[in-house]
């Protein structure tokens, strides 16, 4: 299978306490797009990249959130200072240009 | 950026058709609607992609009127396996990232 990968499917950590997350896309796309989602709600944009450009950040929720994509190729999303309100899954998507997205099957983030 | 309507929930039986019906009214001229399905713990899955008139897959079908303000997901003879939230995007060129709560259809044996 191809589709986008996302590592780890599940983090457990304390408040306070930095995480990261990787995302690997579809290989030929180009755009990588990081998302949050909480219970019940439909996906957030955070932020996405073109390439290695990061085209849109400023609806990252906050600056202890940050999102690099070095190569052009996979992606990590780190929180730094977690708190419990951080608690949710963390998706990623990558598209071909402008068009669809095809997300991973997400992250999920518990903050004790 | 467009705004989207949807039902939050509809419950439907085995084997019927279940349209879910989508209201973007002030879609612009560059936009497409996009249609998801979730299940729970797992990413958005692509269902079906329009512009105008109907679009069908081996899945669903789309069905967008001429004013293109609102657009209607059709599922046909659906199963149990189809229980997820549906969402409904309007996307213009990748520049519109805003889902919704989505539709939760439930459907009952």
């Known amino acids: 299978d191809t589709g986008v990968s996302q590592d780890p499917r599940h983090k457990i950590t304390k408040r306070g306490q930095n995480v990261t997350f990787r995302c690997d896309p579809i290989?030929?796309?180009?755009?990588l797009y990081w998302y949050r989602q909480t219970l019940g709600q439909g996906p957030e944009f955070l932020t996405y990249?073109?390439?290695?450009?990061?085209?849109?950040k400023s609806r990252l929720l906050s600056d202890r959130f940050s999102a690099e994509r070095p190569k052009g190729s996979f992606s990590t999303l780190e929180i730094q200072r977690t708190e419990q309100g951080d608690s949710a899954m963390y998706l990623c998507?990558?598209?071909?240009?402008?068009?669809?997205?095809?997300f991973g099957p997400g992250t999920r983030l518990t903050v004790l | 950026l467009a705004k989207t309507t949807q039902p939050i929930s509809m419950d439907s039986y085995e084997g019927q058709e279940v349209n879910i019906t989508c209201s973007h009214n002030n879609i612009a001229t560059n936009d497409y609607i996009t249609w998801y399905q979730q299940f729970p713990s797992q990413g958005p899955r692509f269902i079906i992609q329009g512009y105008k008139t109907k679009v069908t897959n081996e899945v669903a079908s789309l069905f967008i009127p001429a004013d293109r303000k609102s657009s209607t997901l059709s599922l046909p003879r659906v199963s149990l396996s189809d229980t997820a939230v549906y969402y409904c995007?309007?996307?213009?060129?990748?520049?519109?990232?805003?889902f919704g709560p989505g539709t939760r259809l439930s459907v009952l044996p």
């Open positions: 995007l309007v996307d213009n060129y990748g520049q519109n990232f805003v």
């Open positions: 290989s030929e796309h180009n755009r």
């Open positions: 990249f073109q390439n290695e450009a990061q085209l849109e």
């Open positions: 998507a990558s598209s071909y240009r402008a068009d669809t997205q095809y």
